[in-house]
């Protein structure tokens, strides 16, 4: 009985030895297998890093103001009796806009009218009796104050009518109304807003450091969201003589004609002076940099350790610089004719193998002019 249930356990050990001995097998089998299996190439897009000369500029942020921008208000309160204008239209300098009603005020001016076209008869009977030293001086005198205070109270009173009819201080677009006929309106209440549009400025600042490159004349590109690739040229007419002492920078302002008025008071915009000296960059797609926390990377193709191996990409860190369109500078980490990957770098790691495709790359350049979808 003892002999038996020896030779069972004996038969159970040999079996679990063997399947062991199987599995094991199959298990370094397996990893010989995949210690020889590659994954597939990443299909990417290429571009290779040249030399181009780009002309020196200054970027800054600012925005775009009126040569001379006014929200019209009322100076004398009082009741609209005519509303001459319409929204959005172009007026000339002294365009009738709003009256105001002036009707008792037109009746009190006939009343002082009066009252001085009988100062100046009893002023000229004064006179002639003055003349035969019938009254004394001051009888003279008395008449010739009579007759101003009553032509200083009449033209008091036309003033008064006259601020009760506003016109358009400019030449201008208006702006969108903002009262309505029969309305009351109070004193420094606004009417309705007018912008010239033709010229604008734009407005901003650069570091106190840029001060000594600047002058007037410089050519200044401007450039907004409202009108992606469209650039619109200024000239830089104003520099302010002091800094400010909290951000040590100089205010600017140049000057466009904007004949189609495209740009207005208030909208954001992107300006470059524009500096007289050339330099050599070297340059690359945007779409190639990949931004990290430790700085930005590229990754350079390169042929395989041998001709099997295909392209193999390598990380390098590399010091950006300035952007202008689709490219941007490179400043330290690559040099001219070195190939980069510039489309699918999150995908990417160091040592993959690539497979260079550049088919349906779409072409990079400083101005760039996508379709609207």
């Known amino acids: 009985m003892k002999l038996k249930n020896l030779l069972s356990v004996v038969l159970v050990i040999l079996v679990v030895g063997a399947l062991a001995g199987v599995k094991t097998l199959q298990i370094n089998t397996m990893i010989a297998a995949g210690a020889l299996m590659t994954a597939p190439p990443d299909t990417v897009t290429t571009a290779i890093a040249h030399a181009e000369h780009w002309q020196e500029e200054l970027p800054a942020i600012g925005s775009i103001g009126a040569v001379q921008g006014v929200t019209v208000t009322t100076e004398i309160g009082g009741m609209i009796k005519e509303i001459a204008f319409e ?21 009190q001016l006939r009343s002082l009218e009066s009252q001085a076209d009988l100062a100046a008869i009893n002023l000229e009977r004064t006179r002639k009796l003055r003349a035969d030293n019938t009254i004394a001086q001051s009888e003279l005198d008395t008449a010739e104050f009579a007759l ?73 590109r401007v450039t907004t969201d409202a009108y992606p690739g469209r650039d619109f040229a200024g000239t830089l007419t104003a520099i302010n003589p002091d800094l400010d002492e909290s951000t040590r920078s100089v205010t600017l302002q ?34 190639a940099v990949l931004s990290a926390p430790y700085g930005d990377t590229v990754y350079v193709v390169e042929p395989g350790t041998n001709a099997a191996a295909g392209l193999v990409v390598r990380l390098q860190i590399i010091r950006t610089g300035q952007s202008r369109g689709d490219f941007v500078t490179v400043e330290a ?41």
């Open 87 to 107: 929204s959005g239209r172009v007026v000339a300098a002294g365009d009738l806009l709003v009256r105001l009603d002036t009707s008792s005020e037109e009746a």
């Open 148 to 220: 101003k205070q009553n032509q200083a109270n009449a033209d008091n009173l036309r003033a008064v009518i006259a601020k009760k009819t506003l016109r358009a201080p400019f030449a201008g677009r208006l702006g969108i109304r903002q009262v309505n006929l029969g309305q009351y309106l109070d004193s420094g209440k606004p009417v309705v807003s007018l912008q010239s549009l033709t010229p604008v400025y734009a407005n901003f600042s650069l570091p106190q450091q840029e001060l000594a490159r600047l002058k007037t004349g410089l050519p200044v």
């Open 254 to 287: 140049a000057t466009l004609d904007n004949p189609d008025q495209a740009l207005r008071p208030g909208m954001f915009a992107r300006m470059a002076v524009q500096l007289p000296t050339q330099d050599d960059v070297l340059v690359i797609p945007q779409t």
């Open 333 to 373: 980490g690559l040099k001219p004719g070195q190939k980069v990957v510039s489309t699918g770098v999150f995908k990417m790691h160091n040592g993959g193998h690539v497979l260079e495709d550049n088919t349906f790359t779409p072409k990079a350049s400083q101005t760039p002019q996508p379709n609207n979808s």
